[in-house]
């Protein structure tokens, strides 16, 4: 599924997980495998990849789509911060329960979560050493993606890096598409190739791309692309 000039309305899709993740025993459920303790799940080899963005006690970290924080509370217990990790998330909900996730963890104060667009980065320029997406891109069209990239491009520093990653382009990928015709859960998304990903990093301004071998993932066990960009 190639972007085609196809339109995804973000709100829609902020206001979609937050019905998805509020509501009885699917909620239940979803809080769980998105969150810290469910990283092993849905982010099966997540130390694997964040390991060759190289972060340490003094980057400032950007997490773009961070949900309810699962990987800024993962890499707070391993990482004694200077300056508290961010988060963005277009959905208030998702950063409500976020919140509560970050203080249970014990790192209230320690993780700041913020409700703001991917397209539209509430920081000055140069703001951050290190940005991260996880499996939120797919959620962009083709104009919002490229908006984002270049936001993440202008609030890094020189040098900063941006590791994303996200479900690949695929027939392999077919599952995908089942499961969301069956279900009607998952949101609008776009899924792409390495190449136009690239593509799209390069025009942002990013000046060195480097693959990143992503290893398994369980569910759904389906190919993921990972891609480290520098500025």
Request: a positive charge; hydrophobic letters at 45%; aromatic letters at 8%.
């Amino acid at each position: 599924m190639a972007g085609n000039g196809r339109r995804i309305d973000e709100t829609e899709v902020g206001e979609h997980y937050a019905d998805w993740f509020t509501r009885g025993l699917r909620g239940i459920g979803m809080r769980y495998v998105f969150s810290r303790r469910g990283l092993w799940v849905i982010n099966t080899p997540y130390r694997r990849i964040l390991a060759v963005a190289s972060i340490g006690p003094q980057d400032r970290v950007l997490d773009l789509g961070c949900g309810i924080g699962n990987i800024l509370i993962a890499l707070s217990e391993r990482i004694a911060f200077a300056q508290p990790p961010v988060g963005v998330d277009v959905s208030s909900t998702l950063i409500d329960i976020g919140r509560r996730e970050v203080a249970k963890a014990g790192f209230d104060g320690k993780i700041d979560l913020r409700v703001a667009a991917a397209t539209q980065l509430p920081f000055a320029d140069a703001s951050f050493d290190v940005a991260l997406s996880s499996h939120v891109i797919k959620h962009l069209d083709d104009d919002a993606l490229a908006l984002s990239f270049g936001e993440v491009a202008r609030v890094l520093r020189p040098g900063g890096r941006f590791l994303v990653w996200e479900f690949k382009r695929s027939p392999l990928s077919a599952p995908i598409f089942v499961s969301a015709k069956a279900t009607g859960l998952p949101p609008a998304f776009i899924l792409r190739s390495e190449t136009t990903l690239r593509a799209a990093l390069t025009r942002a301004g990013f000046s060195r791309i480097e693959r990143v071998r992503t290893g398994l993932f369980l569910l759904p066990p389906v190919p993921r692309i990972a891609l480290l960009a520098s500025r």
